[in-house]
């Protein structure tokens, strides 16, 4: 033990270090490096530079849509992206679900102490990548240390602020029936990314997270499809079956989707046979949902493909008055099969 004779030490580690350490969390001078030399340079601007407890930002007048998520995806990084992809194009996501065109988000970083810098650096240069490429400012935001063994590394909330548009208002209670059921895209990528990374396994063709800004879809479908775009979502966490399943109770409709034109990519496939898991119900995090007129379907589906993100769209079913609340599968022997809501995730910590 030092001796007083030694004179006074100072209780916080050296600033040279590679790592996060429990300082960086204090508020103090180590926190105000820890913004100046990593979050400042990627997102600054005249918003978030005056570092306020929160951010004032102009409206252009109207409604705005709010949305919050959480991401707490172990591991951090995987085939096609890492968390700071997703915690930006899922917020801004969420938002686009809404109709809403994405303006802002603010970023709340929980770190664990032993986080590389360079680790960390990647996942900010990503979030201020897609950021920008979204057309969204991250305007305020926090961050907070926390011991080893506490985080997996890093947990990331955003926020996002979006404007809505008049004449276009899709939401969960909106489907009708008639209406035909869309998805933008071949399912179940992002989930299976990170499973065989976190698991180990190794299969014949890379198989890479779909994470992607749906926005310009939405934006496509807005201004070419309108008002017969009834309900938009995305389907993360379980899936499209818990999607289709949430907008059915929330309708008071049926579902119905043919078996045979849901896009599954194939190597996704062979690894739900092999792990016994069914892609309905695996994590997109580039993959949206639309139930539309029907008449307006044909439209709706050129509108999709005209997108990199929506080339693989495609009609999966439709919207009947019978067995509300519940999505069936038709087989192609022309039976059905209930496709139900899960009671818990089928790939935790995935997003």
Partial sequence: MASLASGPVCPLPRGDHDRVQLGHGSGGKMSARLLREHFLPRFGNAHLDRLGDGAVVPVEGGEIVLSTDTF???PLEFPGGNIGHLAVHGTVNDLAMMGATPRYLSAGFVLEEG???DVMD?????????????????VTGDTKVVDRGKADGMFVNTTGVGILHDGFRPGPTGARPGDAVLVSGPLGR??????????????????????????????????????????LRDATRGGVASA??????????????????????????????????????????????AF??????????????GFPEGAGAAVVG??????????????????????????????????
Avoid: K, W
């Avoid at 192609?332 to 139900?340: P, S, W, Y």
């Fill in 72 to 74: 707490v995806v172990s």
């Fill in 115 to 117: 986080l590389p810098f």
């Fill in 122 to 138: 990647r996942i900010l240069d990503a979030m201020a990548a897609a950021a920008t490429a979204a057309g969204v400012a991250v």
């Fill in 190 to 231: 992002h989930g299976m990314a990170v499973m065989a990374v976190r698991e180990g396994f190794s299969f014949e063709s890379e198989i890479l997270s779909d994470t992607a800004n749906l926005a310009p879809l939405v934006d496509g479908l807005r201004t070419r499809v309108g008002a017969a775009v009834h309900v």
């Fill in 244 to 289: 289709l399943n949430e907008i059915a109770g929330a309708a008071g409709v049926g579902v119905e989707l043919d078996d045979g034109v849901v896009p599954v990519p194939g190597p996704v496939q062979a690894a739900c046979e092999m792990l016994g898991l069914d892609p309905l119900y695996v994590a997109n995090e580039g993959v949206l949902v």
């Fill in 292 to 305: 539309v007129e029907a008449g307006a379907a044909p439209r709706a589906l050129e509108v999709l493909r």
């Fill in 318 to 351: 439709r919207v009947v008055a019978e067995h509300e609340g519940m999505v069936v599968l038709r087989t192609g022997l022309g039976g059905t099969r209930v496709v139900d809501m899960l009671p818990g995730d089928q790939l935790p910590r995935i997003c």
